[in-house]
């Protein structure tokens, strides 16, 4: 049976990120029965790993904030179904890599727990879980703003959509938030090429990081305009970062929160009219160069 | 000449990723690096050089370099190579079996208490190599 993971890790070779990089390839592997690209003879011999990738997702494991493999991937139009950073899962749990190549308990233990983490995400996928499985619940916005300057027209939802300053939305039902990317942010960063969003069960805080998107020009860190636990991500962007580009408000959607503090977080959010001001100002600053 | 021998020999290994042979020579290179030759010795990630990276080119544009490759593909010596690094010697991790024929040293993911050993043999042997290049100075 073809492997359902084909994992291109980092090198992982002279820091200990490298080292935890090529430790939890090996664990996903065997977990999973994925199959793991030598990231150079990938580079050497593409062709020898050709079969494999089209048989399976591609899992990238980086382990410093160079990533090595995550560049590979790029240089060789690789698309890449999910990206872990061991540097930042590092940061996220107050681990420091140290100089050591060897793999001690901490370091052992430490992999183990990003495993942990994401492995319901594989999981998940394996069983062939339908995302966004509330799809019904949020309906597309009902009518635009529309601001135009030059040959740009950037479009703002009217209604039921919350924005904060850093162009990022969340459109609420119930105790339900869907959040996104703005139209006007869309077009700022290009051509999306990945999105790395947060990983289900994360407690997200608003103005906290709920994970980045990455264009030609830029990475950009997303800002969550609200607090609460990711239940669900957009797994339709994951295979095609560009329908954030054609449709940021509907299906281009990022993560959807179990809201746990919306009556206090609305007061630092902007509804559609306010954020198209702000909007204004923002196309006006750009184009005057500040 | 004076000075001239001070620039660390670099001893660089394949990604050691998905062959047994691979992670020997890894495991042999950065024990030659981190504990036995620190003062003489460096290495550099390969993933760095395959993909052209600028600083890591320039750090070894020149310097006298030992690969250790797993497979026969000789990811290591071709890519240091291509990147601009002189190989003076080109080690293959599969020849530090040959008084150990028969042994199981592991896998691609671990090495066995055999496979160490035979390990820590080719560290030596890199080690050795290490000191008659960095004594020799740059200009042999």
Not at chain 1, 52 to 68: F, H, K, N, P, Y
Not at chain 1, 181 to 193: C, F, G, M
Not at chain 2, 116 to 136: C, F, H, P, S
Request: charged content about 25%.
């Amino acid at each position: 049976m073809a492997a359902k993971y084909v994992i291109l890790p980092c090198n992982g070779l002279d820091k200990e990120a490298g080292c935890l990089a090529r430790e939890l390839a090996l664990k996903m592997a065997a977990a999973t029965g994925s199959e793991i690209i030598c990231p150079v003879l990938y580079q050497t011999a593409p062709s020898r790993y050709a079969s494999l990738l089209q048989e399976g997702s591609l899992v990238v494991i980086d382990g410093c904030a160079t990533r090595c493999a995550s560049r590979i991937a790029a240089n060789n139009n690789l698309k890449i179904y999910r990206k872990i950073t061991m540097a930042e899962e590092a940061k996220k749990r107050d681990y420091n890599p140290g100089p050591d190549w060897r793999v001690g308990a901490g370091a052992a233990a430490f992999v183990e727990d990003v495993w942990r983490s994401w492995q319901p995400v594989f999981m998940e996928a394996e069983a062939g879980r339908v995302p966004g499985e509330n799809a019904g619940l949020f309906a597309g916005p009902l009518e635009y703003a529309i601001h135009r300057h030059d040959k740009f027209i950037f479009r703002v939802p009217l209604a039921g959509f919350y924005f904060n300053e850093n162009d990022c939305w969340v459109q609420v039902e119930g105790n339900r938030g869907r959040v996104g990317i703005s139209d006007y942010l869309q077009q700022n960063l290009s051509d999306i090429t990945f999105v790395t969003p947060p990983d289900p069960g994360t407690e997200v805080e608003q103005f906290g990081e709920m994970g980045t998107i990455e264009s030609a020009k830029a990475v950009y860190e997303l800002v969550s305009p609200v607090t609460g636990r990711v239940v669900a991500v957009n797994e339709a962007i994951l295979e095609a970062p560009e329908l954030i580009n054609e449709n940021p408000y509907e299906k281009g959607w990022i993560a959807e929160l179990e809201l746990t503090n919306f009556e206090a977080d609305r007061e630092f959010l902007l509804d559609g009219q306010r954020y198209m001001e702000v909007l204004k100002e923002k196309v006006a600053d750009f184009n005057a160069g500040k | 000449m004076p000075g001239n021998s001070s620039r660390k020999v670099y001893v660089i290994p394949c990604s050691g990723i998905g062959k047994m042979y691979g992670l020997l020579g890894r495991e042999a290179a950065l024990k030659t690096v981190k504990e036995l030759r620190p003062d003489k010795a460096a290495t550099m990630c390969l993933a760095l050089l395959v993909y052209g990276d600028n600083e890591a080119r320039k750090e070894i544009a020149g310097a006298r370099c030992i690969t250790v490759d797993g497979c026969p593909k000789l990811c290591a010596a071709k890519n240091v190579e291509h990147a601009g690094g002189r190989v003076v010697e080109r080690v293959r991790a599969v020849d530090a079996f040959r008084n150990h024929r028969g042994v199981d040293a592991g896998t691609a993911a671990h090495l066995t208490a055999a496979g160490w050993q035979i390990a820590e043999e080719l560290a030596a042997d890199l080690a050795a190599k290490v000191d008659r290049w960095y004594d020799a100075g740059e200009e042999q």
